[in-house]
């Protein structure tokens, strides 16, 4: 299996949710390449990557009545609670569907920060949010 890792077709333009993505990715490549023996603390640290992650941008969207935000958040709460159930196996000794979550992963993630991800980004730049004045 090939380690996803962040590339440049990823960037938004939004630092501050560039660099969660980049995180997101990071840690993904970290759980995908992880030994048997640290597959579970590799999750782990995904999935609570992925609920702040996810939870930052639901409030954002929340904050500026997002028109899309009902599906975006839905893929949010959707895909953590996937994440969360494939760490409950994992910890009980089933790896296998956390590796096979990993593995399909980075496309799901790929196309959700291409098309959701990129349209909430081009909004924040342009209502000026506090964080758009940041990036």
Do not use: C, I, Y
């Amino acid at each position: 299996m090939q380690v996803l890792k962040w590339t440049p077709a990823l960037w938004l333009g939004f630092e501050p949710m560039d660099e969660m993505n980049r995180e997101f990715m990071e840690l993904l490549g970290r759980a995908q390449a992880a030994p048997d023996d640290q597959v579970v603390p590799a999750w782990q640290e995904l999935v609570q990557h992925a609920a702040a992650h996810f939870g930052t941008e639901d409030d954002w969207m929340r904050r500026e009545a997002f028109a899309t935000a009902g599906q975006h958040t839905m893929e949010h709460r959707v895909v953590l609670n996937l994440l969360r159930e494939g760490l409950g196996q994992a910890q009980r000794g089933d790896l296998a569907p956390v590796r096979q979550m990993a593995s399909e992963l980075g496309a799901w993630f790929s196309r959700h920060t291409q098309t959701l991800d990129a349209a909430l980004a081009l909004h924040m730049r342009r209502v000026g949010t506090p964080e758009a004045a940041a990036a």
